[in-house]
């Protein structure tokens, strides 16, 4: 039960923690045997009331504060009702597969040690713990999907696809996808980029499809400012979504603020709000 939201709260929230106050927060966590950091933002509404988590994962070669700044979440949660949740890839990347991290870093256990470490000191809705990310975190938000099905409600994939070999989720996990038909740097159609082998979009949507046990081919929901929304039927609410911007470069597509508290959207789909929308509508099953 509970209210809406990303943040809704449930009733069956859990044991909370003591709850720091709201604001911006750096932390410094030792996981895998390093020194790992991430940064937290809090909605002035925590008090009181389990919250949404939304962890978000830069891109290779970028930092956390560079995917805060165009992710925009720090302003939607405090509308929407989340924390949401920026850890910081090792050099600048992400183990997520065949791309992009050298070191076979644990980052599926880091992400599950940040999420613990938020859930010490915050009130948490475990129903509604959700990742998200670009590019090479987008590639690492298809392994979360697969490795920590366990932990997170729904997963929003920005500009990368699933770049493991096999995916076995413990649970079916309701996946969006959002990507720029002329993207170069990780190709829509797939292809190789710099030594980099990448799957087409198409492929791993149908492998999403497939593991959620939904219809073989998707439904073309609506289309509108060059963005096309196609959605596979699935079973028990698992649902698969791809966004596809016509003409979209390897980038965020930016949300218009205006929707947030209910205003008039922005024509074009941006991905933040495709993906706070998906995550609202899916919280765990």
Request: aromatic content about 8%; some cysteine; glycine content about 16%.
């Given at each position: 039960?509970?209210?809406?939201?990303?943040?809704?709260?449930?009733?069956?929230?859990?044991?909370?923690?003591?709850?720091?106050?709201?604001?911006?927060?750096?932390?410094?966590?030792?996981?895998?045997?390093?020194?790992?950091?991430?940064?937290?933002?809090?909605?002035?509404?925590?008090?009181?009331?389990?919250?949404?988590?939304?962890?978000?994962?830069?891109?290779?070669?970028?930092?956390?504060?560079?995917?805060?700044?165009?992710?925009?979440?720090?302003?939607?949660?405090?509308?929407?009702?989340?924390?949401?949740?920026?850890?910081?890839?090792?050099?600048?990347?992400?183990?997520?597969?065949?791309?992009?991290?050298?070191?076979?870093?644990?980052?599926?256990?880091?992400?599950?040690?940040?999420?613990?470490?938020?859930?010490?000191?915050?009130?948490?809705?475990?129903?509604?713990?959700?990742?998200?990310?670009?590019?090479?975190?987008?590639?690492?938000?298809?392994?979360?999907?697969?490795?920590?099905?366990?932990?997170?409600?729904?997963?929003?994939?920005?500009?990368?696809?699933?770049?493991?070999?096999?995916?076995?989720?413990?649970?079916?996990?309701?996946?969006?996808?959002?990507?720029?038909?002329?993207?170069?740097?990780?190709?829509?159609?797939?292809?190789?980029?710099?030594?980099?082998?990448?799957?087409?979009?198409?492929?791993?949507?149908?492998?999403?499809?497939?593991?959620?046990?939904?219809?073989?081919?998707?439904?073309?929901?609506?289309?509108?400012?060059?963005?096309?929304?196609?959605?596979?039927?699935?079973?028990?609410?698992?649902?698969?979504?791809?966004?596809?911007?016509?003409?979209?470069e390897h980038f965020w597509t930016p949300s218009g603020v205006a929707w947030i508290d209910g205003g008039t959207p922005n024509a074009r789909?941006?991905?933040?709000?495709?993906?706070?929308?998906?995550?609202?509508?899916?919280?765990?099953?």
């Open positions: 039960g509970g209210s809406a939201g990303a943040g809704g709260g449930s009733t069956d929230g859990g044991a909370c923690g003591p709850g720091v106050p709201v604001g911006n927060h750096m932390r410094t966590i030792m996981s895998g045997g390093a020194a790992r950091r991430f940064s937290v933002h809090v909605p002035p509404n925590a008090a009181g009331q389990p919250l949404g988590l939304v962890v978000g994962m830069h891109g290779l070669f970028e930092s956390a504060a560079d995917f805060r700044a165009y992710a925009n979440y720090d302003d939607i949660g405090d509308v929407r009702g989340f924390i949401a949740v920026y850890p910081e890839g090792l050099n600048s990347s992400w183990n997520a597969g065949s791309c992009c991290s050298t070191g076979g870093t644990n980052d599926v256990g880091f992400i599950r040690d940040v999420v613990a470490a938020v859930q010490r000191e915050w009130c948490i809705d475990p129903l509604r713990i959700h990742a998200s990310g670009f590019s090479n975190g987008g590639m690492m938000t298809h392994r979360l999907a697969c490795e920590a099905a366990d932990l997170f409600a729904s997963v929003g994939a920005g500009s990368g696809p699933l770049m493991l070999a096999s995916c076995s989720p413990a649970r079916r996990v309701p996946l969006v996808h959002y990507h720029g038909t002329s993207d170069t740097t990780v190709p829509y159609n797939g292809g190789s980029v710099v030594l980099v082998n990448f799957p087409s979009v198409a492929n791993t949507m149908a492998g999403w499809a497939m593991r959620n046990g939904c219809a073989a081919s998707p439904t073309r929901r609506w289309e509108d400012a060059g963005v096309q929304a196609d959605a596979w039927a699935c079973d028990g609410g698992a649902d698969v979504v791809l966004y596809t911007l016509q003409g979209g789909l941006g991905t933040s709000r495709a993906f706070v929308e998906f995550f609202e509508g899916h919280p765990k099953r």
